[in-house]
């Protein structure tokens, strides 16, 4: 059964930083973009970053410059490092993950996390 398990979100004043993790587990083959997205109430989920398995990055603009992604392969890990937080950056963040489920083949499936709370205080 594939998993992927979140941790690292919690209560900061604005300006502050906080690392988020996200962890893949089960049998898979290979894992391809690994991305954070994130839910505000009220709001849809939003992209805001997406790191591809050659280390491509893309950023939403909010995010740009206060925000970097990063993976480890051999930890089946993607991070989130947030930097000088803004209270319009609370929200849920999922990560999510593209695997390959079977070697040899071009077909993946995107799995989600289960979700983590940042909120930012002003």
């Known amino acids: 059964q594939v998993q992927l398990v979140e941790s690292g979100g919690g209560l900061v004043q604005a300006g502050g930083s906080l690392r988020l993790s996200c962890a893949a587990s089960?049998?898979?083959?290979?894992?391809?973009?690994m991305g954070w997205y994130r839910q505000a109430p009220g709001n849809q989920r939003e992209p805001v970053a997406v790191?591809?398995?050659?280390?491509?990055?893309n950023y939403a603009d909010s995010v740009k410059g206060r925000f970097t992604i990063s993976r480890d392969n051999a930890k089946r890990t993607t991070y989130l490092q947030m930097n000088s937080l803004k209270s319009e950056d609370t929200a849920i963040y999922y990560c999510?993950?593209?695997?390959?489920?079977?070697?040899?083949?071009?077909?993946?499936?995107?799995?989600w996390g289960q979700g983590t709370q940042v909120t930012v205080s002003s």
């Open positions: 999510k993950a593209d695997l390959e489920l079977l070697p040899y083949t071009t077909d993946t499936k995107p799995y």
């Open positions: 089960g049998s898979f083959f290979d894992i391809h973009d």
């Open positions: 790191i591809a398995d050659n280390g491509r990055t």
